[in-house]
């Protein structure tokens, strides 16, 4: 690979990660997008196959949820528009009362918190928290916590770059 083309590499990659950057700012300062969190609890009948601690959307019965009216994907909407507060999705797994529970939902905190607070927090009586997490982007409470999918795309070229300088 010669210079001209790992220098042209390298600056597509910065200029992906700062428009990334930018955009999720950006995302997360629009008034207009609204974040969109998955919303259920493993110990709701019929929810186990697909609300567990792993999220099978594959395994959520469409007809159960047309029949029902019920919303799993929700709009967090604050009802109080504050300035100091912001919605994160959630993914808390609690043991209560012997069961592992894995619950999904918005969540409201201010701004100047930490993403990773919940983990500090204090859950109910009685309840055990085995793991909370709080993420900003849509969907997200839904994944495996892990590498996004932006990060695997941000990150193939530098792979490539160093295969092709190890060969």
């Known amino acids: 690979m010669s210079a001209m083309s790992m220098k042209a590499l390298l600056a597509t990659t910065f200029l992906l990660a700062n428009a990334w950057t930018i955009t999720a700012s950006g995302n997360e300062q629009n008034n207009r997008h609204h974040l969109q969190c998955w919303h259920c609890s493993s110990d709701t009948y019929g929810a186990e196959d697909f609300c567990d601690v792993t999220f099978q959307e594959d395994n959520i019965p469409n007809d159960l949820i047309r029949e029902r009216n019920i919303n799993l994907l929700r709009t ?14 959630r993914k808390t797994v609690e043991e209560n009362n012997g069961k592992i529970i894995t619950k999904r939902f918005c969540y409201y905190t201010n701004k100047s918190d930490a993403v990773d607070l919940c983990n500090v927090t204090t859950p109910d009586k009685n309840v055990r928290r085995i793991f909370c997490q709080d993420c900003l982007t849509d969907r997200c409470n839904g994944a495996y916590p892990g590498v996004s ?19």
């Open 76 to 89: 967090c909407n604050s009802t109080i528009n504050s300035d100091h507060e912001r919605p994160v999705c």
């Open 149 to 167: 999918f932006m990060e695997i795309i941000l990150l193939l070229p530098i792979l490539a770059l160093v295969v092709q300088l190890a060969n």
